[in-house]
């Protein structure tokens, strides 16, 4: 069965890098057509799409985040890892990773979510 | 990007009774590319809704889907207990960005 499972630290400070990692198993990344996506939701909030990664290693980015995130993946071990750089306490929320299939519905099996604050 | 408006904001209704959500766009969704989610505290979205009236597998007959262009509605028959959530509507779509509305809460009365 597919599953999605996120890691990371769960405080960073202000103005460092935050690097997290979706482990997954159940599909592979180097099938055509699929992808895995990273969304956040700050406490109270609704989700928010940050970047996607596809099995041809296409990489999509929220626009007003471009510039501080960085997608990719390792096939090998079945991982797909997000950066952010020079995160501030509006970066603090759940952050998850999600998988798509092209022309399949969106967003069928979604990871756990892990709490990231940015505190000082 | 295209913005999603959901109304009301919050839904207070009793089991039984019917529901009904509103996600309205700021510009002519693609292909029916509109989703819906419900989310229950401490947990992940969950699809329930895709294509504007598909149910996702093993989601109940008691939800359905409808609306095209910028008008969208999810609608709960009757509710039960557990469908007690916030609900959110979605647009994706072959290229990102992908919008979320910003959610409705169906809480008991």
């Known amino acids: 069965q597919v599953t999605l499972k996120e890691s990371g630290p769960a405080l960073v400070k202000p103005t460092q890098n935050l690097t997290l990692t979706c482990s997954f198993s159940?599909?592979?990344?180097?099938?055509?057509?699929?992808?895995v996506s990273w969304l956040r939701q700050p406490p109270g909030k609704a989700p928010e799409w940050l970047a996607r990664i596809d099995w041809d290693d296409g990489k999509f980015y929220r626009s007003s985040l471009k510039t501080r995130l960085t997608i990719s993946q390792d096939t090998s071990k079945d991982q797909v890892v997000l950066e952010v750089t020079n995160v501030d306490p509006a970066d603090t929320a759940s952050y998850y990773c999600?998988?798509?299939?092209?022309?399949?519905?969106?967003?069928?099996?979604w990871g756990q979510g892990i709490l990231v604050t940015v505190s000082s | 990007d295209i913005v999603l408006t959901q109304s009301p904001g919050t839904l207070s209704l009793s089991p039984g009774e019917r529901a009904t959500l509103s996600c309205r766009a700021s510009e002519s969704v693609n292909n029916l590319y509109l989703a819906w989610y419900q989310q229950k505290p401490g947990q992940a979205p969950s699809l329930i809704i895709y294509?504007?009236?598909r149910r996702a597998t093993g989601i109940s007959d008691r939800f359905s889907g409808s609306g095209s262009g910028t008008d969208f509605t999810l609608t709960i028959s009757r509710l039960e207990p557990e469908d007690f959530a916030v609900y959110y509507c979605q647009q994706y779509g072959s290229s990102p960005p992908y919008s979320f509305g910003q959610g409705t809460k169906v809480e008991i009365k």
């Open positions: 999600a998988r798509e299939t092209r022309n399949r519905p969106p967003f069928d099996f």
């Open positions: 159940g599909f592979s990344l180097s099938t055509p057509g699929m992808r």
């Open positions: 294509a504007a009236s």
